[in-house]
């Protein structure tokens, strides 16, 4: 755009300052051409003195050469430059050349009007190009400003958007990387619970028939050692009754307690006693060591499963506020870009309005440069017909004097 804007300033320079020289050119001609009275005109090309015909027939004449040489390098220049006003001015020049002096007009101020008007269409046309290009520069200069303006504004939201963005595609992941982690925990959980389940349940039953054999020995010790504890009491007393009974009955043989096998057995029971006793208590306090520890991992497993849970809401509602700002800041972004959009549009027809484009400034000015020359060659042509017609009026009064 920038490119575009030199270009047109460049551009608008050489074409003013082309039209300047034309004007100026055109303005020299007319003030030669102003200074050639009408009464002059009238001796030279009027019909009124008919004792000068001779006189003016030669100044004819030589305005007709003079007047053909200005015709010609009209029409080279307008051939050169294929200009369809200097083509329609060496038409108009040619004909008032050729008939007005033969008709007894006055030709030059005929060519005066002519370059008059043309110098004033110059003048509108270089007002109207001044007050466009002004139009061009005010619009382009505001236009380049809210296109910059509202980029930076695209590019910043873009950054703060693709920011947005890429913290919660982080966010996502750390969520994803806590549920994997929660999943894993629960898992293990409940693996954790089974075992504890299953070796409780194993516990009940080793210590239901620890406590049954137990209470089987020591009911059986209780039972032995009460018999034979009474032993030599029951011994005594049948010992009485059979010698008052020897006495009256024949002797039968007597029936003696294993006191010794009896004692072994009873210690042997006791021995058993105790090893059940350590068995129960051995399991009893491995049980009781194994729930505690269960309780404190699971106090610490639910723990962790809180915090993953919390971190998993905490992130989630972080990345909902994220995308609700991505998306507000989606749509302020679309509407600046409609914005942009507008403006960018706006600026192409300025440009296609200020930028001459089927020409180089280069081309132009050699154009503008060539025409310059043939009109000034055209002007220094009248100058000099205008030279001599001052010349030959001077001798026509002077002879008539």
């Known amino acids: 755009m920038t490119n575009g804007c030199e270009t047109a300033v460049s551009d608008y320079k050489v074409a003013a300052k082309s039209r300047a020289q034309e004007r100026s050119a055109v303005k020299d001609a007319r003030d030669i051409l102003g200074g050639v009275s009408e009464s002059s005109e009238q001796r030279i090309y009027g019909t009124n003195n008919e004792t ?47 008939f007005g002096s033969k008709m007894g007009d006055a030709p030059f101020a005929e060519v005066n009007k002519m370059l008059s008007k043309l110098i004033a269409k110059l003048e509108s046309e270089a007002s109207s190009e001044s007050k466009h290009k002004d139009w061009c520069d005010k619009n382009t200069e505001e236009t380049e400003a809210k296109t910059e303006q509202l980029t930076n504004q695209i590019e910043r939201k873009t950054a703060g958007i693709d920011k947005s963005k890429a913290d919660a595609a982080e966010l996502n992941e ?10 894993e925990l629960l898992k293990r959980k409940q693996e954790m619970d089974d075992v504890r389940h299953d070796e409780h349940l194993a516990f009940v039953k080793t210590e239901a028939d620890l ?50 096998a009896g004692q072994d057995i009873i210690t042997m029971l006791g021995i058993v006693e105790q090893d059940f006793g ?115 009026l001077r001798g026509a009064e002077h002879h008539i004097a």
């Open 52 to 98: 000068d015909t001779d006189e003016t027939s030669l100044l004819q004449i030589a305005s007709d050469a003079h007047g053909s040489q200005v015709v010609k390098i009209l029409k080279l220049l307008a051939k050169k430059q294929q200009s369809t006003e200097l083509s329609q001015l060496v038409s108009r020049v040619d004909a008032v050349m050729r």
């Open 174 to 183: 750390q969520i994803e990387d806590a549920k994997q982690m929660l999943a």
């Open 211 to 260: 406590k049954q054999g137990l209470n089987g020995i020591r009911m059986a010790v209780t039972v032995l050692h009460n018999y034979y504890a009474t032993g030599e009491e029951d011994e005594a007393s049948d010992d009485s009754f059979l010698q008052v009974e020897s006495k009256m009955l024949p002797v039968r043989p007597s029936h003696v307690k294993a006191q010794a």
């Open 278 to 392: 350590k068995n129960l208590a051995e399991t009893q306090t491995s049980e009781q060591d194994a729930a505690a520890e269960y309780a404190k991992q699971q106090d610490i497993d639910n723990k962790d499963q809180i915090g993953f849970e919390e971190e998993i809401k905490f992130k989630t509602n972080n990345v909902a506020t994220i995308n609700k700002f991505v998306n507000e800041g989606v749509a302020d972004r679309d509407w600046v870009q409609e914005e942009l959009d507008a403006v960018v549009e706006f600026a192409k027809g300025v440009h296609e309005s200020c930028d001459v484009k089927p020409e180089t400034s280069e081309d132009r000015k050699i154009r503008r440069d060539n025409e310059i020359a043939g009109l000034n060659d055209a002007l220094k042509a009248l100058k000099g017909e205008a030279f001599l017609q001052r010349r030959k």
